[in-house]
């Protein structure tokens, strides 16, 4: 064990936890060129982003490479482009290489014989461009060759939170509970406030209720032919259970939710934003910070927030991490009950709206319990939280969506969901509680900004709560799931990989060994250089 410098903090030797099982990159778009080839890393996620042209030029050298973008509508994130010029003869003249800026700039270099040259631009829109790579000989022949390439990555727009699901009343589908081992097929593009087209991934609020069993819920998108080994929420008998889930939706606007218990159930699916090409606010993530904590006063009065009371929430602080009031569109929160008087739940919107027949959080009496929500956030950078039984609310802000370029800069990719590491499976045995875990999530992770995942605690012996953090920070003073002896939970989280090395970091705040499994539905990407 490293020690990191607090007796309840140690660390394993690095290597001792790696990410199994492989996450599939999404598919490359088809486009036609001249001589042109795709560069993607097998069994990873790799943005397909990396374009290579050969084009050959003739006469004398040195052979001028002039690249130029024409966007024919709008950005997302890096797209790179890799040129060759195998002319004989060439020589080194000097780099002019210039970044776009939307304004269809032209970038230009010199090539020596033989060099590879990789030249990064922004597209500061998502959509599809026209690549053009033209080579220019010093006699004035010219060779070139054209691709068009469409951005994976998408921006997400908010909306008023809205209930498209609910089986034991026929909203979304037939009034009827979901059989064990049976699917429910749910439209979400023209459900409510979300488009009928263009929809690349939904943000939805599951909740399972009349439970009479133990199972799980596994929500994916349409067009597979078998289930995903990948888990959405965990339910026990009698209880609900909500999760936030950040699905790829299928190319026919639905996605689907498979009840893997053993007795039937309702399920309830509320929407609060989308994904798509045409979207306004990018992600920019954070280092967890706890906003409210009626416990202690932080954010709010100290003290209990009764039954149908409001908490209003800031949390466009204009701090270091955070966005300006104004500039925060959205702003993605993990919000956690403490010893409620009664059942009931908790309702997130933005300050200044009325409050929506939605819910974020479901829990009965006495429990502690979270979930993650993202919520529209109002002009004046605030949030409200309205409640139904008397308890104390915390909210730990993760992240936060700006239309604002100087703020945010990350687009989503989705993907089909994925299960990367598992501890039943690994052969490392329990995390062990009062230990930093540091996890080897692969290449992949390197050159993302963030990662969408669904984290999941089981097999527990006493209560606790799981943080999930960035290698090589402090332990925050935050948490991304509670659970107490017994239970299974999970939760979805927005994890940060540490960009030099990609790993994560995973704490065990319980007081006995707990298992840790994590699936990834997609991530977050750098939209600039």
């Known amino acids: 064990m490293i020690n990191r410098g607090s007796a309840a903090l140690r660390t394993l030797v690095l290597g001792t936890l790696v990410a199994t099982g ?22 990873t996620i790799a943005p397909p982003q990396l374009q290579a042209f050969t084009a050959s030029s003739s006469g004398t050298s040195p052979a001028h490479v002039a690249l130029t973008v024409t966007q024919s509508s709008a950005l997302g994130f890096i797209i790179k482009s890799v040129f060759s010029d195998s002319t004989s003869g060439a020589t080194l003249a000097s780099n002019t290489a210039t970044t776009n800026d939307a304004n269809e700039n032209t970038i230009a270099w010199l090539n020596e014989d033989g060099d590879v040259y990789t030249g990064a631009f922004d597209y500061l829109i998502q959509g599809s461009f026209v690549v053009t790579d033209t080579v220019t000989d010093s006699n004035g022949a010219t060779a070139t060759a054209e691709v068009t390439v469409t951005t994976l990555g998408s921006a997400y727009s908010a909306v008023t939170p809205t209930r498209i699901l609910d089986t034991r009343n026929g909203t979304g589908a037939s009034k009827s509970k979901v059989g064990a081992k049976s699917i429910v097929k749910l439209r979400v593009e ?36 078998t289930v995903p080994t990948v888990s959405s929420l965990d339910y026990s008998a009698g209880k609900a259970v909500p999760n936030l889930v950040t699905m790829p939706v299928g190319s026919d606007g639905y996605v689907y939710l498979y009840n893997g218990g053993s007795a ?24 967890p910070e706890r906003v409210l904590d009626t416990r202690n006063g932080t954010g709010a009065p100290k003290g209990a927030v009764q039954a149908g009371g409001t908490v209003r929430v800031l949390v466009a602080l204009g701090n270091t991490f955070l966005a300006p009031p ?16 009664s059942g009931g739940y908790v309702t997130a919107y ?4 009325s409050k929506p027949g939605t819910s974020n959080l479901d829990f009965t009496t006495g429990q502690t319990v979270a979930n993650s929500a993202i919520v529209p956030v109002a002009a004046n950078g605030e949030i409200d939280l309205t409640t139904t039984a008397t308890a104390n609310l915390l909210v730990d802000v993760v992240g936060y969506y700006s239309t604002s ?21 690994a052969g490392n045995g329990q995390l062990e509680n009062g230990i930093e875990y540091d996890l080897n999530l692969g290449p992949w992770a390197q050159s993302t900004v ?19 953090y960035t290698y090589g920070n402090a332990l925050p003073g935050t948490s991304n799931l509670d659970w107490t002896a017994g239970q299974t939970v999970a939760n979805a989280a927005s994890v940060t990989a540490n960009g030099s090395n990609q790993w994560m970091a995973i704490y065990n705040g319980g007081s006995a060994g707990i298992d840790v499994i994590l699936d990834v539905s997609g991530y977050f990407e750098d939209s600039r250089v």
């Open 450 to 468: 963030a990662i969408q995942m669904n984290a999941t605690v089981t097999n527990t012996k006493s209560s606790g709560y799981l943080s999930l």
């Open 326 to 341: 104004g500039d925060m569109s959205a702003v993605a929160v993990n919000i956690t009950v403490v010893n409620p008087s």
């Open 190 to 225: 023209g459900a409510g406030p979300i488009p009928s087209s263009g929809v690349t991934a939904a943000v939805l609020n599951v909740t399972v209720v009349a439970t009479t069993g133990d199972g799980y819920i596994t929500v994916y998108p349409s067009g597979g032919t």
């Open 264 to 287: 039937p159930v309702d399920l309830i699916a509320d929407v609060s934003g989308y994904y798509s090409l045409s979207g306004a606010s990018l992600y920019a993530p954070a280092i």
């Open 350 to 353: 933005a300050d200044g709206t």
């Open 22 to 43: 492989a996450v599939n990159a999404p598919g490359i778009a088809s486009a036609n060129s001249l001589s042109q080839q795709w560069i993607n890393a097998t069994g």
């Open 405 to 425: 370029p100087s703020y945010a800069d990350a687009a989503f990719v989705p993907i089909s969901p994925s299960r990367v590491f598992d501890s039943r499976k």
